[in-house]
């Protein structure tokens, strides 16, 4: 049993016939919801209560239903209040990417590429925002204020030089104009080995609340660059030549666009987890910072990067 539910909580499990005394807390993700797992032997139910969240929680029922008029695998949506912020979910159980044993890993995430490479030939749902500018900057200036100039004074200069870096840059991805479906939290940690399911349906999506419209490269980088997870740069390169060659997409701007999205990323997710230290205190993120500036490193190696790779030299690796 959990403790201390809230009343509007304890009236939603009642009115969906969930005792509270057969649930019990999950752990934790980086954001501001909780899920409790049913365990009684009659349902498959997660509960997701995301009272904080209201607006993630109807982002997540939304594309949900998109993704499954589709035939992708998400977890079926039994209850909801939305007023409240509560829904019953499938329970996927155990078998996130993350737990999986190594054995056939390459075969689930080239299928796991073949769902990516299906998902970007889809129309986006027009209900979707695109992924503008706004939102490139203001998650790039998580690494500004969290961890670069986090209780320091901002050196002018170089924000100035950082945000004329990444408008360049930004300019020159959109260029490529594509518009897919984006989830964005494309790691081992949302995604599900299915093994009753066939094809591209093995795969179980969840978390996708943040779903936008954008570049395809974006999940793919997401899930190669994976801070959780330790692929190889050999492993990296076999992915990434596979989703090109079933992809059908031109090689040299969609080698741009992930390497220009791939490094955002990377600088967004050293600000978030520092953020979640300093702000949430949840400590627990910052073991992943190493792996993050290997990568992170690793990417500004790309030629288009060298305006920026000077900018951390001069800034950050002094």
């Known amino acids: 049993m959990s403790k201390n539910l809230n009343k509007n909580f304890l009236d939603f499990l009642d009115k969906v016939n969930i005792s509270n005394k057969n649930i019990c807390t999950l752990k934790s993700d980086a954001s501001n919801r909780t ?5 009684s032997k009659k349902n498959n139910f997660l509960i997701m209560d995301s009272s904080l ?12 239903k998109w993704l499954k008029s589709k035939n992708y695998s998400v977890p079926e949506i039994y209850f909801k209040n939305l007023s409240k912020g509560f829904c019953v979910i499938e329970d996927f159980g155990d078998n996130k990417f993350s737990n999986l044993k190594p054995l056939n890993m390459q075969e689930k995430y080239r299928l796991t590429i073949r769902l ?17 500018k706004i939102i490139f900057m203001k998650e790039l200036n998580l690494f500004l204020n969290w961890y ?6 901002k050196n002018k200069h170089a924000l100035l030089e950082w945000q004329n870096i990444w408008k360049k840059l930004f300019l020159n991805i959109i260029r490529f104009n594509y518009k897919s479906l984006v989830l964005r939290d ?11 399911k066939a094809n591209i349906q093995k795969v179980g999506l969840i ?3 943040d779903a936008l419209i954008g570049h395809p490269c974006y999940d793919l980088v997401s899930l190669l ?20 060659s079933i992809s059908n997409l031109e090689k040299k701007s969609f080698e741009e666009a992930y390497f220009i999205f791939g490094t955002q990323r990377l600088i967004k997710i050293i600000g978030i987890f520092y953020r979640l230290k300093y702000l949430n205190k949840k400590e627990n993120y910052i073991k992943y910072i190493p792996r993050t500036w290997f990568l992170l490193k690793r990417n500004l190696k790309f030629g288009p990067l060298n305006e920026l790779s000077n900018w951390f030299k001069r800034y950050v690796f002094k």
């Open 186 to 196: 494309f790691h081992i940690d949302n995604l599900f080995w299915l093994e009753k």
């Open 148 to 153: 670069l100039f986090y209780n320091k004074t």
């Open 53 to 64: 969240e209201k607006n993630s929680l109807k982002n997540f029922i939304n594309i949900s």
């Open 116 to 132: 990516l490479v299906s998902l970007s030939k889809l129309k986006p749902p027009k209900f979707l925002k695109s992924y503008s």
């Open 35 to 39: 899920y409790y797992r049913d365990l």
């Open 225 to 244: 660059q994976d801070v959780r997870n330790n692929i190889s740069n050999k492993d990296q390169h076999s992915l990434y030549n596979y989703y090109i």
């Open 207 to 209: 978390d996708f609340q």
